[in-house]
DNA sequence: ATGTCGGAATTATTCCGA
């Protein structure tokens, strides 16, 4: 079974550019972030025609979380519970067998801003919801944009960065509750010395200058963790492609037997 | 170059968020 998480930056504008990717990696189930559309025009047929099912919690313009799978996911949670108020955010599914969430962790914009202080609460929060629908028995994923670079080697430039939004010891510790509840990040597990990247900024030329972050995780259950056989970054759907804009985030993937 | 995107509000330009 192949999970995958992907912050496609808008659905609308990006639709064609996922469906050709889902065509060439035939994912089984995938978590998406920034779907920045209303469930109401959430392109349902179009992901039908290539063989997913969807479940959507969507809101206007911004925002917005979908999980799409080869069968029905089952909605067992739609938003935070008690943080519905800082965006459509989390959407949790049954898939078959598997427990699945997809996140998308509120950027935070810099230490002095108040939204800061509410992505330290929302992580909390997200831990606590995961402890109640997950358990280390059952296959789970909890998929996302974290919007938190665990550690140095996630960053293309901790000596500047460490200490700065995303680099922070509070988000960092926060992310590391949630490993320490007992989740892998899958794709660490099987490269534990790699540096690579998940997130570029559009601006200044970050991809081709090889300015990024790995902010963008999967995270297994042991029984997942167990089950696990690969797991990669798509680095190269980043690229334009067939003169489609890329979103700024690349897929991550991972195998499980 | 604070250099690019997506989306909304408003009518091709400006803003906001990332």
């Not at 067998?97 to 202080?117: M, R, W």
């Not at 929302?122 to 998929?143: D, K, M, N, Y």
């Not at 919007?147 to 500047?160: I, M, R, Y």
């Not at 960092?172 to 540096?195: M, T, V, Y």
Request: glycine share 10%; hydrophobic share 40%; aromatic share 10%.
């Amino acid at each position: 079974m192949r999970v995958a998480t992907w912050n496609v930056n808008g659905l609308r504008a990006r639709l064609d550019f996922v469906l050709a990717w889902l065509r060439e990696r035939q994912p089984d189930v995938v978590g998406l972030q920034e779907i920045k559309l209303t469930d109401e025009i959430f392109p349902h047929d179009a992901f039908a025609e290539v063989g997913y099912r969807a479940a959507t919690h969507g809101q206007k313009s911004w925002n917005g979380v979908a999980i799409l799978a080869r069968e029905t996911p089952e909605v067992t949670q739609r938003g935070l519970p008690g943080h519905e108020g800082f965006g459509a955010r989390l959407l949790a599914a049954r898939v078959g067998e598997l427990d699945f969430a997809t996140v998308y962790v509120p950027n935070g914009k810099h230490l002095e801003h108040e939204d800061f202080a509410r992505k330290l609460t929302w992580l909390e929060a997200l831990a606590e919801q995961l402890e109640q629908g997950f358990h280390a028995s059952r296959p789970g994923v909890i998929c996302g944009d974290f919007n938190v670079c665990p550690s140095g080697l996630d960053s293309w430039n901790e000596a500047e960065l460490g200490g700065a939004i995303f680099h922070t010891p509070q988000e960092r510790q926060r992310f590391e509750a949630l490993l320490s509840a007992g989740f892998s990040d899958l794709w660490r597990k099987l490269h534990p010395d790699r540096q690579a990247f998940s997130w570029w900024d559009y601006r200044g030329g970050a991809f081709h200058r090889k300015q990024g972050l790995r902010i963008d995780f999967l995270l297994g259950t042991p029984a997942a963790r167990s089950a696990l056989q690969a797991a990669e970054i798509d680095r190269g759907w980043r690229k334009k492609r067939d003169g489609l804009t890329p979103s700024d985030h690349a897929p991550v993937w991972a195998d499980l037997a």
